[in-house]
């Protein structure tokens, strides 16, 4: 049978082949030195370009945050990505005359309406129409929302409520609640709104009691938009902090019921801190201010789909009065001021006139620049081109859901931040 046969053959080799194995050993006796050289040669090259595939590979990050570095981060400037991703621009009402709808916006939203303890949106103020409100019947904005239509680009509205009586009285009635849905109905007949937009921010530490209010609010609002439109989006704003810290958002629990929230990661330094400092550092962590977005957003998406996930990115900055040029600096008390594009420009045109030197701030991946006027000197961080590219493949990279900018009219009629949102995200 064959399989006899094939053993047969392999067990006694025949006196051809003793032969040939025969030459073949003197040949490698022989040439055993060449051989081994070959071999090392063999094993750089192939180390060699292992070490170069390795270097040069683009992995994809499942959970980059645990891994990422800086320089491993800046070697990658154009990452893969879903398409279409999301830039959502919150449009202020003392903004609505500076302001330029660019065509890179797929969502606009006007900021805001002030909510009342008992539901009602807040009319007057100080005497006078509430200023979020009498923008929302001006021409202006009108202007701007017929532009957004010709555009393709979504008008959404937003809600805010700040003061933390106001938000306690409001959250406890259900009263106040079924009013605001109420008025909502009545502003949804007469505006083109494809989303509403949840600016609740309460200072201090809320009771487990409220926050399991504000999740019930919020469900009743995704239940009261689904069975009278359909098609209205809802999404929240939280504080980066919020992935960690027990404030008014249950994440988790919230997660459900929206379609994205808006992740604010900015005012890591603000106009009353201490030090001068990045406003919206990538890195840097506890060891250098409080936090950094990559840790933070690390947490959300321990527990939140990155889809529902738009991080939030600023067009201004902070500037305030130093002791010195140093990145961070002390910061004299009651000088800080918020610093727009447009300003941090006028500074730079003005660089031989107040000895404007430019810096940048390789742990927080963020320009700043230092200048002294009047014999005082003044530190400014702000974001430009290359600040917000990088931010952009950040969102690549995690695949988040997009962008969310504070706020359209700081960055002026410029188009540096725009055709870096252009490139990155289109």
């Not at 700040?162 to 406890?172: E, N, Y």
Request: charged share 20%; with cysteine; hydrophobic share 40%.
């Amino acid at each position: 049978m064959p399989y006899a046969r094939f053993n047969k053959a392999v067990n006694k080799p025949s006196a051809k082949s003793d032969r040939t194995g025969h030459r073949l050993s003197q040949w490698i006796a022989r040439h055993k030195w060449h051989l081994k050289l070959g071999v090392l040669a063999f094993c750089a090259v192939f180390s060699g370009g292992a070490l170069a595939l390795w270097w040069l590979w683009d992995v994809p990050l499942t959970s980059p945050m645990s891994s990422l570095s800086s320089f491993r981060f800046l070697r990658h400037s154009e990452l893969p990505h879903s398409r279409d991703k999301v830039v959502y621009g919150f449009l202020p009402y003392w903004n609505l005359n500076t302001a330029v709808l660019q065509p890179e916006l797929s969502h606009l939203a006007y900021f805001a309406l002030a909510i009342n303890p008992d539901g009602q949106l807040r009319f007057r103020e100080d005497g006078s129409t509430e200023p979020g409100y009498a923008k929302l019947n001006s021409d202006s904005l009108l202007d701007i929302i017929n532009l957004a239509g010709e555009q393709d680009t979504q008008f959404e509205l937003v809600l805010s409520q700040f003061m933390a009586d106001d938000i306690a009285l409001f959250l406890g009635s259900e009263k106040a609640q079924l009013n605001l849905f109420e008025t909502l109905d009545n502003i949804l007949l007469a505006y083109p709104i494809s989303g509403i937009n949840i600016d609740v921010e309460l200072n201090g530490t809320p009771s487990e009691k409220q926050r399991d209010q504000f999740t019930k609010f919020i469900k009743d609002l995704r239940s009261h938009l689904n069975a009278h439109y359909g098609s209205i989006s809802l999404s929240v704003d939280v504080y980066a902090s919020a992935s960690n810290n027990k404030q008014l958002w249950d994440i988790p629990a919230l997660a459900e019921h929206i379609d994205y929230f808006v992740v604010m990661a900015y005012d890591f330094h603000r106009r009353s801190s201490p030090q001068a400092g990045p406003v919206a550092p990538l890195f840097g962590g506890d060891e250098l201010w409080d936090g950094d977005i990559n840790e933070h957003l690390r947490t959300f998406l321990s527990y939140v789909p990155a889809s529902k996930l738009l991080l939030g990115i600023p067009f201004y900055g902070y500037e305030w009065q130093t002791t010195s040029r140093e990145a961070q600096s002390h910061a004299f008390p009651d000088t800080g001021t918020t610093a727009s594009i447009a300003r941090v420009k006028e500074l730079l045109e003005r660089k031989e006139d107040l000895s404007v030197m430019e810096h940048w701030n390789e742990d927080a991946l963020s320009p700043y620049i230092s200048y002294i006027e009047d014999g005082e000197t003044f530190v400014v961080y702000y974001e430009n081109s290359r600040s917000i590219s990088y931010k952009l493949d950040y969102v690549n990279q995690l695949d988040l859901a997009g962008v969310a900018i504070w706020a359209l009219g700081y960055e002026g009629s410029d188009r540096e931040l725009w055709d870096i949102i252009q490139r990155k995200l289109d």
